[in-house]
Nanobody, 122 residues
Framework: QVQLVESGGGLVQPGGSLRLSCAAS????????MGWYRQAPGKQRELVAT???????KYVDSVKGRFTISRDNVEKSVYLQMNDLKLDDTAVYYC????????????????WGQGTQVTVSA
């Protein structure tokens, strides 16, 4: 059983900052990509940012220059530093991990956290 636990969400004014954290625990052999997704009310879940095990990052255009994703492979954690937050950033943010199965297995697993609410409001 693998768990992803997020923290760091909250209420912030436009232009403010928040830092999300996500820690993975359980029977983990290798994590490939970790990332953050978000889902606003009435909208589909969208990718925000991902980071590979080698540190290669990708961002959705709307957050480029404002958000920074990072990870700690030893701690099996991923972080999202969000600066200059805008009203449209309001959403539930979900942590995601793509990981391997046990040694000898070709299976790939996709795990999700429970989500953390980020609300940007004046």
């Amino acid at each position: 059983q693998v768990q992803l636990v997020e923290s760091g969400g909250g209420l912030v004014q436009p232009g403010g900052s928040l830092r999300l954290s996500c820690a993975a625990s359980g029977s983990i052999f290798r994590i490939y990509t970790m990332g953050w997704y978000r889902q606003a009310p009435g909208k589909q879940r969208e990718l925000v940012a991902t980071i590979s095990s080698a540190g290669t990052t990708k961002y959705v255009d709307s957050v480029k220059g404002r958000f920074t994703i990072s990870r700690d492979n030893v701690e099996k954690s991923v972080y999202l530093q969000m600066n200059d937050l805008k009203l449209d950033d309001t959403a539930v943010y979900y942590c995601n991990a793509v990981r391997s199965g046990p040694p000898g297995s070709t299976l790939v697993y996709f795990d999700w956290g429970q989500g953390t609410q980020v609300t940007v409001s004046a």
